[in-house]
């Protein structure tokens, strides 16, 4: 079946570093590549949705040079949080859709502690 | 308001109890329908697709309604290994999937 992985699962990092987080589909190609996160007891929120070679289209409410996401191939994406705050800490977990396919892969999510 | 809205629980049921989950979404354009399962610290998982003539899936059951905008989720003879949150997630075809909140469900013996 299709496989997203991401990495890392877990990273804790100062306030004012940035983090990437990466997600690669490893037996299909990914179009979209859609971006969440999830805070403690909350639901999964869509921060963006980006289809490969084009720019990320974001949520209303997500700072787009703050998270930074590049797709530039169809089996990586990536989301790079730019001077993470603690208010930043989270659940962040990516969802590749592939084309021709109806189906939704998520990776494993990354728990980002910023301290 | 919401664009998809669960009872959060906690429904903390005992093994072999028969729990029924409720969700209601506001998109009346949304066209697909789908109960996944969130373990803690987890991605969620896909359960069952949920369709207009109600289906199941061994001790799961699942119904729509679309004129009134709701899903529920029905599960009998309740395991242990049940235990998790139950997100009901909606979409439009090749759109990002929306996520309720979720509804937690505790088994004990």
């Known amino acids: 079946g299709a496989v997203v992985s991401q990495h890392p699962s877990r990273v804790i990092c100062k306030s004012g570093t940035s983090v990437k987080i990466e997600c690669r589909s490893l037996d299909f190609q990914a179009t979209t590549m859609f971006w969440y996160r999830q805070f403690p007891k909350q639901s999964l929120m869509l921060m963006a949705t980006s289809n490969e070679g084009s720019k990320a289209t974001y949520e209303q409410g997500v700072e787009k040079d703050k998270f930074l996401i590049n797709h530039a191939s169809l089996t990586l994406s990536t989301l790079t949080v730019t001077s993470a705050h603690p208010e930043d800490s989270s659940f962040y977990i990516c969802?590749?859709?592939?084309?021709?396919?109806?189906?939704?892969?998520f990776g494993s999510g990354t728990r980002l502690t910023v301290v | 308001r919401k664009e998809v809205e669960q009872d959060p629980g906690p429904f903390n049921v005992p093994e072999g109890a028969t729990v029924a989950f409720n969700c209601t979404y506001s998109?009346?354009?949304?066209?697909?329908f789908f109960w996944y399962r969130q373990d803690c610290r987890k991605e969620p998982k896909l359960l069952m697709s949920?369709?207009?003539s109600g289906n199941e899936d061994g001790r799961f059951t699942a119904q729509l309604n679309r004129a009134s905008q709701y899903i529920s989720l029905l599960i009998r003879d309740s395991k242990l290994s049940d235990s998790a949150t139950y997100l009901c997630?909606?979409?439009?075809?090749?759109?990002?999937?929306?996520f309720g909140k979720g509804t937690t469900l505790s088994v004990s013996s």
């Open positions: 949920v369709y207009s």
């Open positions: 998109n009346s354009a949304s066209q697909s």
């Open positions: 997630v909606v979409n439009q075809a090749g759109t990002a999937l929306i």
């Open positions: 969802s590749a859709r592939g084309q021709g396919k109806n189906g939704y892969t």
